[in-house]
């Protein structure tokens, strides 16, 4: 039965106790661990956030009815225990910040009982996602865990001191906002004051912080939450947390700077790395010819090489016909895979044709001095002399092609390198290499839509000796936008934004709308440019990414405190779920259920692969999974 803690204060946290405390009262509280019986002793390890302090219980220091608790206790009893410190009567324990001392306790009170918990409160032992994710509040109280989230709130606290030592202002923008879709979806929420129409959950502060800027703030920061309602991808969030900061009167190198003190910062302080400063800088261009990513991992080379001139007149017709289309013919020298055998490069081929590749041509350039390849009889021998002699092959060296549009020959080239590198163990854990990518091209064609669209957003500045181009060669325009990279991984992007109304006018133009369009979604901001604007720039950093690089962990939701799977739902609260009819009539929306095609019922049940034992939630809803909901607007009379 549980106790009150009436009249019991908490003096230490576990780990607060220390040697320098031996023989003194203290008074802790925390969970059980584990408790162990040896007769007249009873040791029981407690845990609090900080970390573990055992405790002593003696048949001949306690009461009867203290000591029969003390046997009763099991793991996850919240205690209050009072007693002195004493060094440890048997061995150290190295592994434990108080692994010289106990507590000889002389006061046990048992705040609440736990049943058996469905998994050990432990980080070494594994536990499937979904049983995790069910139980997180029990999942918090594993010490990684815990180290993960005070790591988190170090970060911010450094960030908010760092800024604000900067001149900057903390200043928080709205949640409930103007749906301007421009990008990924955006989240509505229904107002029941104003029938039929819908705020926009922000995908990020953008406009807002613009207007700070048109405000006369100067340098406005914010650690802001973002909704974006994406597809299903693998370790992305529908809600995540930004830094994020906008600056007036600076340009690349000012907002640049900033960053790399900040980041200097961060890293030392929690992994006590010295971050090299300058950051090594490349532009996109160069980042896509050498590496075919735009935010490539530096920690290793294995980069690819242009041959397409060096194959140019040869009759293998899958080089000669990509190139007469106008793309390019690029490579990979994957040093000391020469040997491998056919099934492993086949492996290979099967994992390019997953990025759009037809296939995979290779050169095994074997260490016996024999050379095996899949297109020799389309080449000629002086050919393939120049191609492994362009590729810089030497004997053991394994030579991959892809050849098609650039776009395809990048995406196919650049995965494959990450995948052979973390296959064969090539990648330096040990290093941090950050990276400045520049130089963005300002629009990017879409197939979908049919239009050019924006590779960052609408405000973001191009390059004023490209504008020339924006009419008839807009893919050719850059813009002064910018990503830090770190290890592969994109910590946060920005750019400078547009503050001359003819360049904005311009943007829209190649972006498709209309004067009625752009004010229709952007007029606020488009208003406020008439009245005096700074130039101005900024950067956002997805802080859950940085923080799981801070931590070592390889998913984001080991550093989020109650994430969501991939399809958006809560395993643990059951959201998104059902509501009442009454909350629907108030915002006037009605729901009409129409009978699915077996496909989307197909998709439905193909879409649970984070957790298997989900049918429950299926089971708690009748027939959620056949009926598709179709939401419409109603006015109340």
């Known amino acids: ?368 001095g024999t050379v095996k390849s899949s297109f020799a009889k389309f080449m000629k021998e002086e050919e393939m002399d120049a191609l492994i002699k362009a590729m810089d092959g030497q004997a053991g060296d394994l030579l991959l092609f892809a050849a098609d549009k650039d776009k395809v020959v990048f995406d196919v080239l650049g995965n494959l390198r990450l995948h052979i590198a973390k296959q064969y163990d090539m990648i330096d854990k040990s290093q941090y290499k950050f990276l400045w990518v520049t130089e963005f091209p300002l629009l990017e064609w879409s197939d979908e839509q049919n239009r050019y669209t924006a590779m960052h957003h609408p405000f973001t500045m191009p390059f004023e000796e490209d504008l020339e181009f924006i009419d008839e060669r807009p893919g050719d325009v850059r813009a002064k936008a910018y990503d830090i990279v770190l290890n592969g991984t994109e910590l946060g992007g920005g750019s400078i934004r547009i503050h001359q109304d003819d360049i904005q006018e311009k943007m829209f133009e190649a972006l498709g709308f209309t004067k009625e369009d752009a004010y229709n979604r952007f007029g606020f901001l488009l208003d406020a440019f008439k009245f005096g604007v700074p130039p101005h720039a900024g950067l956002a950093y997805g802080l859950d990414r940085l923080v799981m690089w801070l931590t070592g962990e390889d998913s984001i939701r080991d550093v989020i405190a109650f994430p969501k799977v991939k399809d958006a739902s809560d395993l643990m609260s059951n959201a998104p779920d059902i509501v009442d009819e009454k909350q629907l009539e108030e915002l006037c929306i009605k729901v009409d259920e129409k009978e699915v095609e077996e496909k989307e019922a197909e998709e439905a049940r193909h879409h649970q692969p984070d957790h298997p034992d989900h049918t429950h939630r299926l089971k708690s809803l009748p027939d959620l999974w056949t009926r598709r909901f179709s939401i419409h607007l109603f006015h109340l009379s």
């Not at 302090?53 to 225990?81: C, G, I, P, T, W």
């Not at 009170?109 to 469905?118: F, M, N, V």
């Not at 908010?160 to 421009?182: A, C, M, Q, W, Y």
């Open 1 to 368: 039965m549980a106790e009150s803690m009436s009249g019991l204060a908490r003096s230490h946290r576990c780990t607060e106790v220390s040697n320098k405390l031996i023989g003194t009262e203290v008074t802790v509280m925390g969970w059980v661990q584990k408790r162990r019986n040896l007769g007249s002793l009873i040791f029981a390890d407690l845990r609090d956030r900080s970390g573990i302090l055992q405790l002593v219980f003696d048949q001949e220091v306690l009461s009867e009815e203290d000591y029969n608790k003390a046997n009763s206790l099991r793991s996850e009893y919240v205690v209050a225990a009072v007693g002195t410190v004493e060094k440890r009567s048997a061995a150290i324990n190295e592994n434990l910040k108080t692994g010289d001392i106990e507590i000889k306790v002389h006061t046990l009170r048992i705040l609440s009982e736990s049943e058996t918990p469905p998994f050990p409160i432990d980080e070494n032992q594994t536990v499937k996602d979904e049983l995790r994710l069910k139980y997180r509040y029990l999942d918090l109280r594993r010490p990684n865990l815990q180290r993960n989230l005070r790591i988190r709130n170090d970060v911010t606290r450094m960030v908010r001191n760092f800024l604000g030592d900067e001149g900057f202002l903390e200043i928080e923008t709205p949640v409930l906002g103007k749906s301007t879709p421009e990008g990924a979806r955006d989240y509505l929420v229904p107002s029941r004051v104003h029938p039929g129409e819908f705020y926009g959950l922000p995908q990020s502060p953008q406009l807002f912080k613009q207007l700070l800027m048109c405000s006369g703030f100067d340098r406005y920061y914010q650690i802001a939450k973002c909704f974006r309602d994406e597809d299903l991808r693998a370790d992305r969030q529908p809600e995540f947390t930004q830094i994020d900061m906008e600056l007036s009167f600076v340009d690349v190198d000012d907002v640049i700077d900033v960053n790399e003190r900040l980041l200097k910062k961060i890293f030392k302080e929690v992994l006590d790395i010295d971050v090299q400063l300058p950051m090594l800088r490349m532009t996109y261009k160069e980042a896509m010819d050498r590496f075919g990513s735009d935010k490539p991992d530096m920690r290793f080379g294995m980069e690819l090489t242009n041959v397409s001139d060096t194959v140019a007149g040869c009759d293998f017709m899958v080089f000669k016909g990509a190139l007469e289309n106008g793309g390019s013919v690029r490579g990979l020298n994957a040093k000391g895979l020469g040997d491998l055998g056919r099934k492993k490069i086949d492996g290979f081929v099967d994992y390019a044709k997953d990025f759009g590749a037809k296939g995979l041509a290779y050169i095994q350039l074997k260490s016996d």
